[in-house]
């Protein structure tokens, strides 16, 4: 197996993770528990877990009303999507630059 698809399955597994804790805080805030610190649920979701924080986000309705997160998870999806498109394609982000300098559309 090539290693883009073991590096693809490493974003993807800990995106599930970082779902699983925002599920986790969500349950806890509900039933007066331990929650899970701000700080952590951040880290986590610029450390590539922008996809399973957002999924957080708008499947579970937590942290919506919080205008850190609001800012800050979409950024974060951003650059989760950004970097597994150059994991899958590479050569896409040349392209797309090129393009977009020399103010044209990408050929593809």
Not at 54 to 62: K, N, S, T, V
Not at 71 to 92: H, K, N
Not at 93 to 102: F, R
Request: hydrophobic residues 55%; proline residues 4%.
């Amino acid at each position: 197996m090539d290693m883009r698809k073991y590096i693809l399955i490493g974003i993807a597994l800990w995106n599930l993770t970082v779902l699983f804790m925002y599920a986790m805080d969500k349950y806890r805030a509900r039933s007066g528990g331990w929650r899970v610190p701000q700080r952590t649920l951040f880290v986590c979701a610029l450390c590539l877990g922008g996809i399973g924080a957002a999924a957080g986000m708008g499947l579970l309705r937590h942290k919506i009303r919080h205008l850190k997160f609001r800012v800050l998870i979409p950024f974060s999806l951003l650059i989760t999507v950004a970097v597994t498109v150059f994991i899958l394609w590479p050569g896409a982000v040349a392209e797309i630059l090129s393009a977009v300098i020399q103010g044209g559309t990408p050929v593809g």
